[in-house]
């Protein structure tokens, strides 16, 4: 049975040597930074997260992925520990590079190469059992580490864990109508939600969900052992950034992944989610109810605060198109 770690976590198994605090703090190779958190690499072996908007439930997701789904390929943890209010995440260093950065340039056998091997990790973690009852929430145990859960009831916490799916839906509607009352809307949307949604959305079992999957948290690694007659390469991949990791409705994934298509298909990666990740059950969901959360003119609303988003989530608003949070259940269908 998992059980989340206590902290401070260090695993005891072999492991390249750990820098110290203060080496981390002075690296100066950064990977991204804010106002309150890094990413820095070490060296070839080890990238370290840290800071105080890093979240224990990702650290405690690698965990649960290497002991219970080791061949769901992800960063094996080293070490998570708090100093003063910062946490630190210490993580093996992956090789490679992220999708995003190759998938132009790739042929399509070799896109195919890649799609093939994403369906085998997202295989694997639908076959993966919740190990507690009817449970939706983080693989921490605790809620729903996604924004559309970020309490707007003004308590600075995110919503669940929820027993049943029924629950899960009771409380994403609920906090819809929170943030409607908060902005003083009317709430004939939310009243819609509240009779239909639930009709909608039932019958889906809690499935292991990374819940982030866009090519920038994809990395590529070339197989230089391996190429076909025609000089293609081939490549292995691994998933990064389980911070929005979960047990959530089968659904889930697709919605998640399929989110930032809203704005454009510009490229076949907004073909190829389909491919390995479970969306079909979407379309009907998709025609039967119009679940567009956060309206055209919330850009405003968020920017003047009367939309609260998680601390992480603030830190990273950047062009227009990652700061609107104008979320539909599947944003594929407009």
């Excluded at 950064?30 to 840290?50: C, G, H, P, Q, R």
Aim: aromatic share 14%; proline share 7%.
């Amino acid at each position: 049975m998992w059980k989340p770690v206590d902290l401070p976590f260090q695993k005891s198994q072999p492991q390249p040597r750990l820098p110290t605090t203060d080496e981390i703090r002075a690296c100066t190779n950064v990977l991204w930074e804010t106002m309150a958190s890094k990413v820095v690499t070490f060296n070839d072996n080890i990238v370290v997260k840290y800071g105080g908007c890093i979240n224990t439930w990702e650290g405690q997701a690698l965990i649960y992925l290497e002991r219970h789904v080791p061949e769901v390929p992800a960063p094996r943890l080293y070490a998570m520990y708090y100093e003063g209010k910062q946490l630190f995440l210490v993580m093996q260093r992956i090789p490679g590079v992220q999708l995003d950065t190759i998938w132009p340039t790739l042929t399509p056998s070799e896109k195919d190469g890649i799609i093939a091997k994403l369906q085998l990790i997202f295989s694997a973690m639908r076959k993966a059992e919740c190990p507690w009852p009817n449970f939706f929430g983080g693989l921490d145990g605790g809620g729903v580490h996604h924004y559309l859960f970020y309490s707007q009831h003004g308590d600075q916490k995110f919503l669940g864990p929820f027993t049943g799916e029924p629950a899960f839906v009771a409380g994403l509607v609920g906090n819809y109508r929170a943030l409607v009352e908060r902005n003083n809307h009317p709430d004939y949307k939310a009243r819609f939600y509240e009779k239909y949604l639930a009709r909608v959305l039932q019958g889906h079992r809690p499935t292991l969900t990374h819940g982030d999957v866009q090519q920038k948290n994809i990395m590529i690694v070339e197989d230089t052992s391996c190429s076909n007659e025609q000089g293609e390469r081939s490549f292995d991949v691994v998933l990064v950034d389980w911070e929005n990791a979960g047990w959530f409705p089968d659904f889930w994934e697709f919605f998640c992944a399929s989110h930032p298509f809203i704005f454009e298909w510009d490229e076949d990666w907004s073909w190829r989610v389909q491919d390995f990740v479970e969306g079909i059950g979407l379309v009907k969901y998709a025609s039967e109810i119009n679940f567009h959360l956060y309206r055209d003119g919330d850009m405003e609303a968020m920017a003047a605060g009367s939309i609260v988003l998680p601390p992480s989530q603030e830190l990273f608003l950047g062009p227009e198109q990652e700061a609107v949070k104008c979320v539909q259940l599947n944003g594929v269908f407009r």
